[in-house]
């Protein structure tokens, strides 16, 4: 293959490598934003628990205040009743008595369930309370590892960069831009490999003169798929030969020792 369309592909392998890497780091504020809205909502259940048991407290004084208040009232009916001259004047307080009794009771079944429900609401607060400080050590853990992975992605990141430059410095200026322009157009690749007589890339044949100038070696052309535009290369069959002896390189004294 040729020299320059060997520069171009490790371009376009950079290139593909970097768009992965990029895509990855736009990712991460994404991540990170996920995180944080489980703190949120683990803390907004809070609040909501807190905002319930709080409420519960103020009912409770209220029906407090009201079995005080028709205890009295059927206190005050009882004194009257012992002074009153006659008999329709006590039958009519001991029917208010009765009256404020029924209340009063009425009044003690609403605190009594008012009290079961802050119960209720004091063990919800508790759970709530115990979701948030998981939550929120479970987040921590999770934003450090998000913190490392994006630290180790921004430098895969640089590291492709410095390659990309040095892949580039092989290339003609008018090349690379010839390059950028192709790949821009088809997502990133710019080049397609010739196979079976076609190209790789949008499946239409090469003309078989191309595909003939193609393979002479001392062409240094650089040929373009008449229909999608990009570069087109070519990957010789590999000639058979003897692979090498495995474990060639390993010594046979070295797998004795020890
Ligand atoms: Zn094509």
Known sequence: MQKVLQNLLELQSVDMRLHEVRAQLAAFPKKIAE?????AAARAALEQSKAAQVNTIKERKKYDLDVEQWKERARKYR????????????????????????????????L????????????????????????????????????????STEEILAELEAERARAMAEIPEDLLDHYNRIA??????????????????CGMRIRPQIFQEMH??????????????????????????APPPPDAAASPASTNES
């Open 184 to 201: 821009r157009k088809h997502g990133g690749t710019a080049l397609a490999e010739v196979r079976n007589e076609k190209c790789a890339a």
């Open 35 to 39: 995180v944080d809205a489980r703190v």
């Open 112 to 151: 009594l369930e008012q009290m079961v429900a802050a119960e209720e609401y004091d063990r919800r607060v508790k759970a709530s309370e115990k979701t948030v400080k998981e939550t929120e050590d479970a987040a921590r853990g999770q934003r450090a590892k998000i913190d490392a992975e994006k630290a």
């Open 79 to 110: 004194d009257q009743s012992s002074q009153v001259k006659t008999n329709e004047a006590y039958k009519a307080l001991q029917h208010e008595i009765q009256n404020a009794e029924e209340e009063m009771a009425k009044a003690e079944d609403r």
């Open 216 to 241: 002479r070696a001392s062409n240094d052309e650089i040929y373009h798929c008449e229909t999608c535009t990009r570069i087109l290369y070519y990957v010789d069959a590999p000639t058979p030969s």
